[in-house]
Structures are given as structure tokens and as C-alpha cells.
């Protein structure tokens, strides 16, 4: 059974900055961006004990066309994104929104 998948408040603000930061580079590039997300979190949704542990209680999830990571918790009723980030980034950012 797939459970829904939650972004909280900050993870659609990284979402939302990084397809403006695409949509900027290429037109049509953050709509790229979007799709690929949303490809990624229908995975996430169908299989999310599948993607790589990162932390007691955290996953990760690459996409595969852009240089990002879902991170999220599986939750009993629900998968919890906690960040949508580069995969260059400090991982405290994620960890201290965990």
C-alpha cells in the first residue's frame, strides 16, 4: 500500500527555489524540474523503504536528471519530505529540520 507524500513548509520553498533558480537558466527548465520531482516523490510514494538510509529514521532519494535529493521520513499514515536539496549542500540542513 503507497502512503501520500507531505512537503513541509520549508522543503516547497526549496522546491520552489530551485525550479525558479532552473526556470532562469532555460525557459521550461523549472518545469522540467517539477516533473522530475514529481516522478521521483510517485516512487518514493510506491517503494519508500527502498531509497538509501541516511540517518536513524531518514531517507534520501536522487533525482535522475538533476543534481537534487528528497529527503523524507516514512511516517505510519504518511511519507514527511523534509528538504528538496542540491546534493552539493551541508547536510545539516536537512538534519536540522529532521
Known amino acids: 500500500m503507497s502512503r501520500e507524500a507531505y512537503l513541509r513548509p520549508e522543503a516547497r520553498e526549496d522546491l520552489r527555489g530551485a525550479a525558479t533558480w532552473y526556470e532562469g537558466r532555460d525557459e ?8 522530475e520531482f514529481l516522478a521521483c516523490i510517485s516512487r518514493i510514494e ?17 533525482l535522475h536528471r538533476f543534481p537534487y535529493a528528497i529527503f523524507y521520513s516514512v511516517e505510519p499514515s504518511h511519507i514527511e519530505v523534509l528538504s528538496v536539496l542540491r ?4 547536510p545539516e540542513v536537512w538534519r536540522s529540520r529532521a
Open 46 to 62: 510506491e517503494y519508500p523503504e527502498s531509497y538509501q538510509l541516511v540517518d536513524e529514521g531518514i531517507r534520501s532519494a536522487v
Open 87 to 90: 546534493c552539493s549542500r551541508d
Open 28 to 35: 521550461g527548465l523549472g518545469s522540467d524540474f517539477i516533473d
